[in-house]
């Protein structure tokens, strides 16, 4: 077991990772809320494994425990099912003494961080991270919400939860293509920060292996939310490859590639704008390609540089002209590099 504490804008809070950590979900959030009403929030997949273990567990602990369910997907990250859970919290009587459990990825994770940021103005959540990417990246440090037609996470929050259980057993019943997909955020990690982390991908980490390489990209991100935790700074480096990979996911409707498939691609065109610019180590980008294609994400983004740039425009990151662009001086270190928008454009023609 490891427990990593993060001290957080708001609060302090823990993180727990340890197979079979699942089974104590209600032991650990006794302690943390003085209500006895817990609303669980899951998508439609997850519900079926996980919903009626969680219920019972919570049930036995002396809640009073009430469920909602949306459609798994990324198309229901939206403000449209935001509302159906203030209504459904409403209607079931919770109150900002009472707690939201997030079970399920990371568009069930800010879904609920979002509603427990907004609903009466605040009440506590808990994560319980289902996939690879909930666990190694969107449990950890409150950034909350959904996308919008304009574009990805652009209205939210930052709002910690109380604690993450994360219990890498639950990635048992996780489909290939979504471990893949959490794996994007993990090579992330290695390229902004631990170029070792390489090592321990070069086959398809599991058991104590797995467990380890995810309790170091909490240990990453703890300390960069830690040291800039409402993004105004440092933490811009936990956005490596998300400029392009957020624009590729808003071309396609939020419906062609996944979270971690864009930013896996993103990664690849960042690369390749930081070797054109010289400031990321000749090799970087091909060094990133081949960890990616081992593990079957893919490294090319799917519209044109005009498409991309335009949708890159509402990127937060993109202050009064200026884009904040997210490079590597080589693999394992990220730097933050500012540089005016139509300087962006032109590097998109020639990069991609
Ligand atoms: N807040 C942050 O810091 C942060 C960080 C990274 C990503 N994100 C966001 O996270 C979202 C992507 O998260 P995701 O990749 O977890 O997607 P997701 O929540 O949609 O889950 C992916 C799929 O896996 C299924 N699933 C989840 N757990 C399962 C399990 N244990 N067994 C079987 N199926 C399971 C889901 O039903 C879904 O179909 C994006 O919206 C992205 O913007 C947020
Ligand atoms: O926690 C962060 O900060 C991150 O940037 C982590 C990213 O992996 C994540 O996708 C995040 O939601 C992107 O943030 P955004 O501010 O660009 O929406
Ligand atoms: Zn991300």
Do not use: W
Request: charge should be negative.
């Amino acid at each position: 077991m490891t427990t990593i504490s993060c001290a957080g804008f708001d609060h302090p809070y823990e993180i727990i990772i340890e197979s079979g950590c699942f089974a104590r979900v209600a032991h650990t959030a006794l302690p943390l809320v003085s209500g006895r009403r817990v609303a669980v929030v899951t998508d439609s997949n997850v519900a079926g494994l996980y919903a009626g273990g969680l219920l019972a567990g919570l049930e036995a602990a002396g809640f009073q425990t009430h469920l909602f369910v949306f459609p798994a997907g990324e198309q229901s990250k939206t403000l449209d099912t935001i509302g159906q859970l203030y209504r459904f919290l409403s209607e079931n009587g919770l109150t900002r003494s009472d707690l939201l459990c997030a079970l399920g990825g990371g568009v069930t994770g800010d879904m609920t961080g979002f509603a427990s940021a907004t609903y009466l103005r605040g009440i506590p959540y808990v994560q319980i991270p289902t996939t690879l990417l909930s666990q190694v990246d969107s449990s950890v440090g409150g950034k909350t919400g959904v996308d919008t037609p304009f574009g990805k996470n652009l209205v939210g929050a930052f709002h910690n939860p109380v604690a993450v259980l994360i219990d890498p057993e639950l990635l048992t019943t996780l489909p290939r293509v979504f471990f893949e997909d959490g794996l994007g955020e993990v090579i992330k990690y290695a390229a902004i920060r631990d170029a070792a982390m390489e090592q321990l991908l070069l086959e398809r980490p599991h058991g104590e292996a797995l467990e380890a390489l995810i309790a170091r990209c909490v240990a990453i991100k703890r300390d960069v939310v830690e040291a800039d935790p409402l993004d105004t700074g440092l933490r811009g480096i936990l956005n490596f490859g998300h400029t392009l990979g957020h624009a590729e996911e808003k071309l396609s409707n939020f419906s062609g590639y996944t979270h971690g498939q864009a930013v896996a691609a993103g990664m690849v065109a960042a690369a390749a704008i930081g070797e054109r610019l010289g400031v990321t180590e000749a090799g970087t980008r091909a060094q990133l390609v081949r960890l990616l294609e081992r593990h079957n994400l893919p490294t090319a983004l799917t519209h044109s540089a005009d498409e991309l740039f335009e949708a890159a425009l509402h990127d937060k990151k993109n202050l009064s002209g200026s884009l904040s662009l997210i490079l590597l001086r080589r693999f394992g270190e990220a730097v933050i590099h500012p540089i005016p928008v139509e300087d962006f454009h032109s590097l998109l023609r020639q990069c991609l």
